[in-house]
C-alpha cells in the first residue's frame, strides 16, 4: 500500500532556477492537496485540487502553479524560485466516507532554494 | 481573519502519564476538527476528528474534548509511551475543502 508518494525527497535550486514537485496517491481519491510547513509552523495550503480537472488557490499561492494531471497525480510547480520558497513540501489526499473524512500525507519533499 | 493557534508550544510528560494538549480557533462557522501527529522527518498522520455537534470523542488513548462557547479543543493522550512523542496539530475545516492547521505543540516524554 504506497499510499501517497513523493518526489524528489529532497532538492536544491538556485534562486531563479524551476522545479516540479511531484504527488501521486494510489486510494483513488478525489481531493488533492498541496501544503508548505515552515520551521515551528503549521501547514499552509498552497493549492488544492477538489476532483480531476479542478484547482483552486489556497492561502498562499503565489509563486506556485498546479497541474491535476489525472485523478492520482496532482504536481506542484515553481517557475523561478526564491528563497522564501525554501521549505518543506507536502502532498495529501482526502478520503470522503459520508460526513468522516481523513487526509493521508506524503512523506514531504525538502527543497532549498540558495 | 481565520487562525487556529495553540496555547502551549512544547509539553514533556513522564512515561505512564496523561498528556493534555491544547488548541484554540476562531473560526466559529467551522464544524470539523482534527488532530494530526508529525514525527520527526514524516507527513502529518490523522489521530482522531470530531464534529461540532460533539463534545467528547474518544479513540485508543486518546480523546478529544470540544467547547464551542470558548472555541476550544483538546487532546488527551492516556498513559504516555515514548513513542507518543512528536509534533501535535489541531486542524479545522469550516466546510468545502480547506484545511486550516495551527503552529503544532512538541510533546516530549520523559523515560
Known amino acids: 500500500n504506497a499510499g501517497v508518494t513523493q518526489t524528489p525527497k529532497f532538492q536544491v535550486l538556485k534562486t531563479g532556477q524551476s522545479m516540479t514537485l511531484q504527488c501521486a496517491q494510489d486510494?483513488?481519491?478525489?481531493?488533492m492537496y498541496w501544503y508548505r510547513q515552515d520551521p515551528g509552523m503549521g501547514l499552509r495550503l498552497i493549492y488544492y485540487?477538489?476532483?480531476?480537472?479542478?484547482?483552486d488557490k489556497g492561502e498562499v499561492p503565489n509563486g506556485y502553479n498546479v497541474s491535476r494531471l489525472n485523478k492520482r497525480e496532482f504536481s506542484l510547480r515553481l517557475e523561478s524560485a526564491a528563497p522564501s520558497q525554501t521549505s518543506v513540501y507536502f502532498c495529501?489526499?482526502?478520503?470522503?466516507?459520508?460526513?468522516?473524512?481523513?487526509?493521508?500525507f506524503g512523506q514531504g519533499t525538502r527543497l532549498t532554494v540558495v | 481573519g481565520e487562525s487556529v493557534g495553540l496555547h502551549l508550544p512544547t509539553l514533556s510528560v513522564q512515561e505512564g502519564d496523561n498528556s493534555i494538549i491544547n488548541c484554540a480557533y476562531s473560526?466559529?462557522?467551522?464544524?470539523?476538527f482534527i488532530w494530526y501527529k508529525q514525527e520527526s522527518g514524516k507527513g502529518p498522520q490523522f489521530i482522531i476528528d470530531?464534529?461540532?455537534?460533539?463534545d467528547k470523542r474518544q479513540g485508543q488513548r486518546v480523546t478529544v474534548l470540544l467547547n464551542k462557547t470558548v472555541k476550544h479543543l483538546s487532546l488527551q493522550i492516556a498513559a504516555t509511551q515514548p513513542g507518543d512523542s512528536a509534533v501535535y496539530f489541531c486542524?479545522?475545516?469550516?466546510?468545502?475543502?480547506?484545511?486550516?492547521f495551527g503552529a503544532g505543540t512538541r510533546l516530549f516524554v520523559k523515560a
Open positions: 495529501a489526499s482526502l478520503r470522503r466516507q459520508g460526513l468522516d473524512t481523513e487526509a493521508f
Open positions: 486510494m483513488n481519491h478525489n481531493s
Open positions: 485540487s477538489a476532483s480531476e480537472g479542478t484547482t
Open positions: 473560526n466559529s462557522a467551522s464544524d470539523y
Open positions: 470530531i464534529r461540532s455537534n460533539m
Open positions: 486542524a479545522e475545516n469550516g466546510g468545502g475543502f480547506k484545511t486550516i
